[in-house]
């Protein structure tokens, strides 16, 4: 069963709207949590390391006032992209770090968001 | 600098046929650890196998079995008998040995005809 619930899985919204996508780890705690974007047709880029307490690390490129991370339980991320425009349409993954290699991964994805800014 | 390539974009098979996706990594790590991920038309990410850097032994699982080598830096995908089931994309990827960094290839797009 999924470890790692992802939500909303899709939103539509209009130009300027701020969005927020929640991620939850399950059944284990996650100090660390990942949130990577997927343009269609290409591969997942990480956009951001989300730590727990402390503040996301973002990849190179990323706007951090414009994709706001807070980490603020151990089981609960949450992406912010505010004020969206149509070149934030994306899908969007989230994943939680396990330090206990449950299934044999060290990393567990969510379903993904998918985006559509009209 | 850790990368991985997926050279092939898109493969088309009859069903039945059997197929290899290809995979090749660059790193300096000495421990890391390598997977494939199949991405399905909904677009969840489902995981398929993990190989830690060490264990080169080869793996069978069903129809699906993976070729480690790393003389030549690939982990392949090989499916057996394919099924229209396995039309999706599939991404190979490579992480430090913390599990932290994730880095995709640009995935393989397989389509299995009937």
């Known amino acids: 069963g999924a470890v790692v619930s992802q939500h909303p899985s899709w939103v539509i919204c209009k130009s300027g709207t701020s969005v927020k996508i929640e991620c939850r780890s399950l059944?284990?705690?996650?100090?660390?949590m990942f949130w990577y974007r997927q343009f269609p047709k290409q591969s997942l880029m990480l956009m951001a390391t989300s730590n727990e307490g402390s503040k996301a690390t973002y990849e190179q490129g990323v706007e951090k006032d414009k994709f706001l991370i807070n980490h603020a339980s151990l089981t609960l991320s949450t992406l912010t992209v505010t004020s969206a425009h149509p070149e934030d349409s994306s899908f969007y993954i989230c994943?939680?770090?396990?330090?206990?290699?449950?299934?044999?991964?060290?990393?567990?994805f969510g379903d993904g968001t998918r985006l559509s800014i009209l | 600098a850790q990368k991985v390539t997926q050279a092939q974009t898109e493969i088309s098979v009859v069903e039945k046929e059997d197929v290899t996706l290809d995979c090749v990594y660059e790193?300096?790590?000495?421990?890391?650890?390598l997977f494939w991920y199949k991405q399905p038309p909904s677009g969840e990410l489902v995981f398929l196998i993990r190989?830690?850097?060490?264990?080169?032994q080869n793996e069978i699982s069903g129809r699906y079995s993976w070729n480690f080598q790393k003389s030549t830096s690939s982990f392949n995908f090989t499916i057996t008998a394919s099924q229209v089931v396995d039309s999706a994309v599939y991404f190979c990827a490579l992480s430090e040995s913390t599990g932290n960094q994730f880095y995709f290839g640009t995935g393989t797009s397989l389509t299995v005809i009937p």
């Open positions: 190989r830690n850097s060490f264990d080169e």
């Open positions: 059944d284990f705690q996650a100090t660390t």
């Open positions: 994943s939680a770090r396990d330090r206990g290699l449950r299934n044999n991964q060290p990393q567990h």
């Open positions: 790193t300096r790590d000495t421990t890391y650890y």
